[in-house]
């Protein structure tokens, strides 16, 4: 099982009459399933949420929460398989699962994840309260090498680095339980903001240069400095009771969305 282990715990900790911490966590980890130690794991992840409970018609509860997971990277599992007829293949046993070699340098395939929520419930006497905040910021850093030329070495790697946040408020308001004709009004909003690069870089790279006649060392690369997301909407929704047995259900929702890209 390439030393795979994982684990999980969590407990419940009741601090007093208002107050209630939850902590949980999990960790996962195994080897490479390639010769070289690629396609590795090493992870964790861990949250917490704090409930306060002032009175019987409120309540505040915050989340927050994180997590890492990385490895080497990606590994090639062997190239030139029997049958293949390509000139570079001649005279090269296939290995499956043998990765490069040497094994390369510099791979890794890391990314972290973090955020938290707030939210809150209440009633104001002649309808409840729900506001939902809420924060999310992953973080990616990969240089992997997912093929390899045939004598063993990597011939393109991929490097990827990415910054994302977003950030979501939700607000609504509905009728008490027992109302006669049941409603909800509430808005939302939303921004999410993205940063990447992700550039290839071909070495010794014989196929393309036979097909293309492209060099066979050169590089591809897109960046994109800034992507965002911005989303505002107004939603409503009444359910009228005109029998014993029917009632009618209606809904409205208005959605703004601009996108930019830079």
């Known amino acids: 099982n390439y030393s795979a282990f994982n684990s999980e715990a969590a407990i419940n900790l ?11 966590g999990a960790t996962e980890r195994h080897d ?14 861990a949250r917490a949420k704090l409930l306060f409970v002032p009175s019987a018609s409120w309540s505040i509860k915050l989340t ?31 290995r499956p699962w043998s990765g490069f070699s040497p094994p390369p340098a510099g791979m890794v395939n890391r990314y972290k994840l973090y955020g938290g929520s707030l939210d809150v419930n ?16 992953y973080d990616l850093d990969s240089t992997t090498a997912p093929a390899a030329a045939p004598d063993g070495t990597e011939n393109f790697i991929n490097r990827h680095p990415e910054h994302d946040w977003a950030y979501t408020q939700e607000l609504r308001l509905a009728s008490l ?8 009004v509430g808005a939302y909003f939303s921004r999410e903001s993205i940063r990447t690069t992700v550039q290839m870089d071909y070495l010794k790279n014989t196929v393309l240069q036979a097909l293309f006649g492209l060099p066979p060392d050169f590089t591809q690369r897109f960046d994109v400095p800034r992507h965002t997301n911005r989303s505002i909407a107004v939603f409503g929704d009444v359910t009228v009771p005109f029998a014993e047995r029917f009632r009618a259900r209606a809904g409205l929702r208005d959605t703004n969305e601009r996108k930019e890209a830079l």
């Not at 490479?32 to 992840?45: E, F, H, I, K």
């Not at 339980?177 to 909800?184: E, N, Y």
């Open 122 to 137: 209440g009633t104001l006497g002649w309808a409840s309260l729900t506001s939902v905040s809420a924060y999310r910021c």
């Open 64 to 94: 927050v929460n994180g997590g890492r997971r990385g490895s080497i990277g990606q590994g090639y599992g062997g190239h030139c398989p029997p049958g293949n007829v390509a000139p570079f293949c001649a005279g090269v046993p296939w």
């Open 14 to 24: 009741p601090l007093n009459g208002a107050w209630a911490l939850r902590l949980a």
């Open 32 to 45: 490479g399933y390639v010769d070289d130690g690629t396609n590795d794991l090493d992870s964790w992840a």
């Open 177 to 184: 339980p027992g109302t006669r004709m049941p409603w909800v």
